[in-house]
């Protein structure tokens, strides 16, 4: 019989439910088969959730390889076809050797799917042997926010390059740019950024999530470089933001961008946003197509 509740399954396979009442952000599952990460930006939500310990750590790949077997045979999984998002409380690409293990364990079924979220450019296992069931996200940002702030992870011309050679292997690809921070010049940063990503991909990605600054009390608390705050004039249920205008005046120009580039706008969501602002850009929640969703 089908189950009405979200189950978790060892710790392992958890339901994302948290969002604050004023926030869009559709519930999703995680797969917290590690937690952390080994580039140290500057505004990572990683270091107030490890309380200033963000230090890669892993599960037993055992455990992990024997809840999502679970999963597969629960019945909620059985009636609810899921993508499992390994990248909320990790870079998925960090530890490439575990992370293979767990998307070769994806290919044993035909339902679900493994959702990648990653910074990394190491991509080789996944060329190597092209997988159907493991979708890849590339968290990017203009090169300058990389210089300032993205400090140790792969500059952001290399993770496109890693991003073109998983869709050459047939692998759909998905981006997220966020944070989009309002540095100086920042159109020419950002347009610079887009006309990049859609030159050198093969094939547009799959969806886009845009994202602007969210500074929860517990990350700034723990950030030892906090000039990345210094925008923020406003307080939502998922922290502190960037004034409302300048959030607006930020989505509209990539949606600008997207448009004059023929990207359909049903594939562009906004991460972690008030429902204000959604309804202010004329985007309709109740079509969402997020990063971390089916």
């Given amino acids: 019989m089908q189950q009405t509740h979200r189950p978790s ?21 995680e797969l917290k088969w590690a937690f952390g990460c080994p580039y140290e930006c ?7 959730t490890g309380r200033g310990n963000k230090r890669p750590r892993y599960k037993p790949i055992e455990k992990v390889l024997n809840a999502i077997d679970k999963a597969f ?16 409380l990790a870079d998925s690409l960090m530890n490439p050797q575990l992370m293979e293990k767990i998307a070769d364990k994806f290919e044993e079924q035909d339902r679900h799917r493994l959702l990648l979220l990653t910074k990394s450019d190491k991509v080789g296992f996944l060329v190597e042997n092209p997988r159907k069931n493991t979708i890849v996200s590339f ?21 496109i390059k890693a991003a073109k050679a998983v869709m050459e292997a047939g692998y759909d690809v998905r981006i997220r740019i966020d944070p989009i921070f309002p540095i100086d010049d920042w159109h020419k940063h950002y347009e610079d950024l887009i006309y990049t990503l859609f030159s050198e991909l093969p094939r547009e990605p799959e969806r886009i ?41 930020i989505y509209t120009f990539f949606l600008g961008k997207l448009d004059l580039l023929g ?24 079509k969402i197509r997020c990063n971390c969703i089916w």
């Fill in 139 to 159: 968290s990017l940002n203009a090169d300058a926010v990389w210089r300032c702030w993205e400090h140790g992870a792969p500059p952001p011309k290399a993770r």
């Fill in 73 to 88: 045979r629960h019945p909620y999984f059985i009636e609810n076809p899921t993508i499992f998002n390994s990248g909320e």
């Fill in 263 to 286: 990207f359909d706008r049903s594939k562009v969501a906004l991460c972690k946003e008030t429902e204000a602002m959604w309804n202010a850009l004329g985007m309709d929640k109740r």
């Fill in 42 to 48: 500057a505004y990572c939500y990683l270091q107030g």
């Fill in 209 to 249: 999530t845009l994202g602007t600054p969210r500074g929860l009390q517990k990350t700034i608390s723990f950030s030892k470089d906090r000039s990345w705050t210094k925008w923020f004039s406003e307080l939502s249920g998922w922290g502190k933001k960037l004034a409302a205008p300048d959030r607006k005046e």
């Fill in 9 to 29: 399954i060892s710790g392992i396979i958890v339901p994302f439910e948290k969002t604050p009442e004023d926030i869009v952000c559709p519930h999703f599952y």
